[in-house]
């Protein structure tokens, strides 16, 4: 009796440490989340505008060889006006994973800066956002970094544009409880790896240990007569000391690297690195450094098709491989190899009437201006067997770009923190396996 | 009646009096002149009432101007812009922007020589020239008493200490 008496307590109180929410350090209350499926996420925005016909349709060949099964030849009218790229690797991206063909975006002007803004809010923007305008809606870096149990730093969550323009925006919100304290660490490595940033910026002052700790005392004498302090919000998203060290040896060591020429074309590409490769690779060079948790990179020279639809169609080749090279990096990096899902969308597609601009291959350029077929795209999930479904290909209009912070939040296993009517789509439920 | 004609004599008398003193004895008495004047105050504003945090521009451009004692050229402005909006931790980069203006040959800055020459002076002009105000006697002794008792504390050291504080940020 006493026995089966002390189990039954003993499993009650067993229970009870494992349903109780309990508080955190921080205050705040913390409760056992959904487990994930992944410990790493990569949201490669296949932006730029990209329609379907030339993508997963192949109506000019196989434009993206790294990801899509088919040998399909490019088109003989525009095939001269195909760069030399490296071979694509033999694994198609869409065997590891799951193919959404008929993904939407399905409402909110078909812009760049808006479309981008859903795939990172999780929201459409019905109204046109002006550009350099904060989200209303936090973003995918805020869910992350505000319910992901335990609370991570700015190292696990960045944010890579290829352009700046309102670009670095997208980074956070100005939703209330949310903002910059949650925001990524924001890189546009086209400006800050530079030889005109390095001139201004590539050779501080070293101080010595001693001389940091002088430093430190006078600067907090001075903090302590100041009634504001300079974090984040006025300064961005800021980062503790040692954190931001590293990011400073970072910075350091690709200023190094790309004096030595290391960045001039990393992937040996026979056309040279475009815009989008360049990145890709300062994006890997980040996975490398820090292994985040949750990284986003995008690309958008596709968007040259506004004037030149054979430009636009060899971009999307430099972007495939791009994406291609972005999956083998994270499977040669610790801790990341067999633990990321990846996700590739472009963030809308484009008209499908032309415009009036025709390039030298006598091929009509393309705007995106919110007809139907500029709200149809793709969406790719690869991951490890047993965490993506395999080789699936779903040709159903299902999926919305809405659905990709749901889909991420599930991943990492915090989607059921996420307060109820903040975000308007559901995870891509299809593609777990 | 004799005593009464003397009585209104008297009283007359002592009326006209009166009215002379009143008028006549008034205006004999020479006037002061008073002249106010004010004395010359340097006025700045309290260090906690700054509400407004600079921009990028204002910062590199002040910070330029603060170290090197003249304006920033254009194509420097624009390189240290494009930098600073490629970063997303700006307390980060401007750490390196202040560094990468003190490690420059060209810079403004006093010498330990002169620092130690007139502490009393580099502290006012530090002062003045970045929170854009005087010392209190508090900060103004907590600075006297830490150069004095630090030889190896250098103006370089106290600029970039104060130029990364957060009343810097502010205006």
């Known amino acids: 009796m006493k026995r089966r008496s002390f189990i039954k307590k003993a499993g009650i109180a067993t229970a009870g440490v494992f349903s109780v929410p309990y508080i955190l350090p921080s205050g705040r209350l913390f409760a056992a989340t959904g487990s994930r499926i992944a410990d790493h996420v990569v949201l ?32 003989p009218q525009i095939a001269a006006g195909m760069s030399a790229l490296p071979l694509p690797f033999s694994a198609k991206l869409q065997t590891q994973g799951t193919l959404f063909k008929e993904f939407r975006y399905a409402a909110g002007s078909t812009g760049h ?20 305008q904060r989200p209303a809606y936090p973003t995918i870096f805020e869910y992350y970094r505000k319910h992901n149990s335990p609370s991570m730093s700015a190292l696990n969550a960045w944010w890579i544009s290829n352009s700046l323009g309102p670009y670095p925006a997208l980074n956070y919100s100005d939703y209330p409880g949310y903002g910059a304290a949650f925001g990524a660490n924001y890189f546009q490595p086209k400006s800050i790896i530079s030889e005109s940033s390095y001139e201004v910026m590539g050779n501080p002052k070293n101080f010595s240990t001693s001389e940091l700790e002088k430093i430190k005392k006078i600067r907090t004498f001075c903090d302590n007569n100041f009634a504001k302090s300079y974090t984040s919000g006025d300064a961005g998203v800021t980062n503790p000391m040692e954190d931001a060290q590293r990011l400073e040896q970072f910075l350091k060591d690709s200023y190094t690297d790309a004096l030595a020429g290391l960045y001039d074309n990393p992937w040996n590409s026979p056309s040279g690195m475009s815009g989008d490769m360049f990145n890709v690779f300062s994006a890997e060079k980040i996975i490398e450094r820090f292994q985040p948790e949750l990284l986003v990179v995008n690309m958008q020279d596709v968007d040259v098709g506004h ?28 801790g990341m190899s067999n633990n990321t899902v990846m996700i590739v969308v472009p963030e809308h597609g484009r008209n499908e009437v032309p415009n009036t601009v025709l390039d030298a291959y006598g091929r009509y ?63 891509l439920e299809q593609a777990f396996a | 009646m004799i005593s009464m004609k003397k009585s209104i004599h008297f009283r007359l008398i002592l009326t006209l009096s009166f009215i002379w003193f009143a008028f006549a004895g008034n205006s004999c008495k020479k006037e002061t002149d008073y002249v106010y004047g004010v004395t010359d105050v340097d006025l700045y504003p309290p260090g906690a009432d700054k509400p407004n945090v600079k921009s990028t521009t204002e910062f590199i451009s002040i910070a330029y101007s603060d170290i090197f004692g003249t304006t920033i050229p254009q194509d420097k402005l624009i390189k240290l812009q494009l930098a600073y909006s490629a970063f997303g931790d700006q307390k980060l980069i401007e750490e390196l922007v202040v560094r990468n203006f003190l490690n420059q040959p060209a810079n403004a800055i006093p010498t330990q020589a002169e620092m130690s020459a007139n502490p009393e002076q580099f502290i006012k002009d530090t002062y003045i020239k970045f929170f854009s105000r005087k010392p209190d006697e508090y900060e103004f002794y907590y600075f006297k008493t830490t150069l004095a008792q630090d030889p190896a504390l250098t103006p370089e050291l106290v600029y970039y200490a104060m130029m990364t504080s957060n009343e810097y940020r502010y205006y």
């Not at chain 1, 800066?113 to 350099?132: E, I, M, P, Q, W």
């Not at chain 1, 971009?315 to 491989?321: F, G, P, Q, V």
């Open chain 1, 44 to 75: 490669c925005l296949f932006a730029g505008g990209v329609r379907n016909l030339e993508s997963i349709q192949k109506i000019e060949g196989n434009l993206m060889p790294n990801t899509l099964l088919g040998n399909e030849t490019v088109h």
């Open chain 1, 365 to 427: 350029a393309l705007d995106h201006t919110n007809d139907a077929m500029s709200r149809e795209i793709f969406c790719l999930l690869v991951g490890p067997p047993g965490k993506i479904v395999q080789n699936q290909v779903i040709s159903s209009i299902q999926g919305q770009t809405i659905d990709v912070v749901p889909s991420i939040a599930k991943i990492l296993g915090f989607y059921s923190e996420i307060p109820g009517g903040m975000l308007e789509g559901m995870p």
């Open chain 1, 113 to 132: 800066f808006n479309a981008h803004s859903s795939v990172l809010t999780g929201r459409y923007n019905l109204v046109d956002v002006n550009l350099k």
């Open chain 1, 307 to 334: 004037t030149n639809f054979t430009s636009y169609c060899d971009n999307m080749r430099k972007a495939d491989y791009a994406v291609a090279h972005l999956w083998q990096a994270i499977q040669s990096t610790p």
